[in-house]
């Protein structure tokens, strides 16, 4: 096997924000007012997402990303902070309400044990105005690359442990039900959920975005 070859990324950011704006006009949900956790510079998804939008808050624990986040969010405001951390300890509304919430969160274990998204999704409720429709968006991967390394393991572990298989490989339409017990259990009414492919790694789709349409009862 030649360990070598380039690795071809091929990502779907446009078919992304095609059935996010689809989903906002079908649910008639406002200009989106977005809070991006995990947001980094920038230049993945949240550029484009962000031009879609009225305004656009950007949370990420390194500061040496604001340099990049403000040139490639022009209509961004940058917030430097533990993600994971705040959203854990807020009170509910203590930094604004939105009606656009992505989460593009490393897809590893990383800060203080966090893995994924799956302690932040726990917490969205906080984020949310009552009575308000909102989208709630979440990379979710499928097909992770990688996995027969040992410092995976662990992350691997975790994968198993919230999606409740001990299958690597997750069939997408089968783990809905592991985000709708999720949001249910935060008192949020599901109006409709999708996915689509945001990303192929060497022809493979590896990576997907999750859509929620939510509303806090």
């Not at 274990?109 to 968006?137: P, Q, R, S």
């Amino acid at each position: 096997m030649n360990n070598n070859l380039e690795t071809v990324w091929e990502p779907k950011s446009e078919n992304v924000i095609r059935d996010m704006l689809e989903l906002k006009e079908k649910y008639g949900i406002g200009e989106f007012r977005a809070i991006e956790l995990f947001g980094g510079d920038g230049h993945t998804l949240s550029n484009k997402m962000a031009e879609q939008c009225i305004s656009f808050i950007g949370y990420d624990i390194n500061p040496e990303k604001e340099e990049g986040f403000k040139q490639n969010v022009v209509n961004g405001e940058f917030r430097c902070g533990d993600s994971v951390k705040l959203m854990m300890t807020m009170k509910a509304g203590e930094i604004g309400t939105f009606n656009l919430i992505s989460t593009d969160d490393p897809i590893c274990i990383y800060g203080e044990d966090y893995c994924e998204h799956f302690e932040i999704l726990n917490y969205v409720h906080k984020l949310l105005e009552k009575g308000e429709k909102v989208l709630c968006v979440f990379p979710v991967v499928p097909k992770p690359y990688n996995t027969d390394k040992e410092e995976n393991g662990a992350w691997m572990k975790r994968r198993e442990q919230f999606y409740r298989t001990m299958e690597i490989n997750l069939d997408l339409e089968k783990i809905f039900a592991i985000y709708d017990e999720l949001f249910e259990s935060q008192n949020l009414q599901i109006f409709e959920r999708k996915y689509t492919c945001r990303e192929y790694r060497n022809g493979v789709d590896w990576m997907y975005e999750f859509m929620y349409v939510l509303e806090k009862k």
